[in-house]
């Protein structure tokens, strides 16, 4: 009986001693947690962020950024940034791939595309606008003036001229000339690069940490009339998500538009990659989906430019020749896009 009892007491006396080790191990690592917990935060606190910063596609961004710049270095927004930086291109007759002065489709009509997105997921978009000079206007007023998030051809021409876009002619001359040079040879492809389906993409994080995008382009040179490709479609030219990034594309939108190529983008940003890394990785994926169709990549150019909330920023592009353009509190500067070709 006496050995039963002090076996008894015995075990109390041991799970007592073990619940007391127990509570204080977790005390402990509750306090651990807290230490590494701050650690953290302190680490996030003593983390710069690259703010305000401005990207865009080719060498025409230069100039685009620095409207761009003039709107984020006055602390304004990156949605009144990034519209007021491609309007520039967008009016400029000697930019051919973009706005008024960008080559026409094969009937010799000039058609335009746009979109715009800003930090709050309001989106606005236009497809096959003709006569408007400034279709990222008309896009943005897509976003703030209706319930929609896209019109196209004649329903966006009315729109435009409803808020009092003024109708013009867009073919310029020289776009107008080689047209019909073209017209003799309609077998004739323009190179690869900014030469023919080019886009001026930008994105930008603004001195109070939100993210904005826009996107606008007059297309493939000497495209079907009707053809829309991947700049006015949120998810594929251009895509923002003020948790984790914004990225913009340009090139061949048709292959783009096959991998909604600006969104995977960003899920690959949210997922941990680098925006460098997340570019490279969409860039593979066409790649790959090209090949597996047999198709033949020499032809097809696809680049994308991307920036995550920290304002780090990167490129990728499938074959050498693609740029992008930076502006950041260390000055605005042309900058190559690697490439999976060399």
Request: charged share 25%; aromatic share 6%; proline share 3%.
């Amino acid at each position: 009986m006496l050995s039963t009892q002090f076996e008894i007491d015995n075990n109390m006396s041991n799970r007592r001693n073990f619940i007391k080790n127990l509570g204080a191990l977790s005390l402990l690592l509750g306090t651990a947690k807290l230490d590494l917990n701050a650690q953290n935060s302190k680490k996030s606190r003593a983390t710069k962020v690259n703010k305000p910063i401005v990207l865009s596609t080719w060498d025409f961004g230069i100039e685009a950024n620095k409207g761009a710049w003039e709107v984020l270095n006055n602390n304004g927004t990156a949605l009144d940034a990034v519209e007021k930086g491609v309007r520039i291109v967008e009016a400029d007759p000697n930019e051919r791939s973009v706005g008024y002065g960008g080559r026409p489709d094969r009937d010799g009509i000039v058609t335009l595309d746009a979109c715009i997105m800003d930090d709050k997921a309001n989106i606005g978009s236009v497809a096959s606008l003709e006569n408007i000079k400034h279709p990222i206007s008309v896009a943005r007023k897509v976003m703030e003036d209706t319930p929609h998030v896209m019109l196209v051809g004649d329903g966006a021409l009315q729109f435009a001229l409803e808020k009092g876009f003024k109708k013009e002619n867009l073919l310029t001359d020289i776009s107008e000339k080689e047209w019909k040079e073209w017209l003799k040879d309609t077998n004739y492809k323009l190179p690869i690069n900014i030469e023919n389906h080019d886009t001026i993409g930008m994105i930008a994080l603004d001195a109070h940490g939100n993210l904005s995008g826009a996107c606008t382009t007059s297309g493939m040179a000497y495209k079907m009339h009707g053809r829309v490709g991947d700049s006015p479609i949120i998810g594929a030219g251009l895509y923002v998500d003020n948790e984790i990034g914004a990225v913009t594309a340009t090139g061949h939108g048709e292959e783009v538009i096959r991998i909604a190529g600006s969104h995977l983008v960003v899920e690959l940003m949210r997922q941990g990659y680098s925006p460098e890394n997340a570019c490279k990785e969409a860039v593979n994926r066409i790649i790959k989906l090209t090949q597996s169709r047999k198709k033949d990549l020499k032809n097809i150019q696809v680049g994308f430019i991307a920036i995550n909330k920290q304002g780090e920023y990167g490129s990728y592009c499938i074959h050498p020749g693609f740029n992008f353009a930076v502006y950041d509190q260390t000055g605005n500067r042309l900058i190559n896009g690697k490439s999976i070709t060399k």
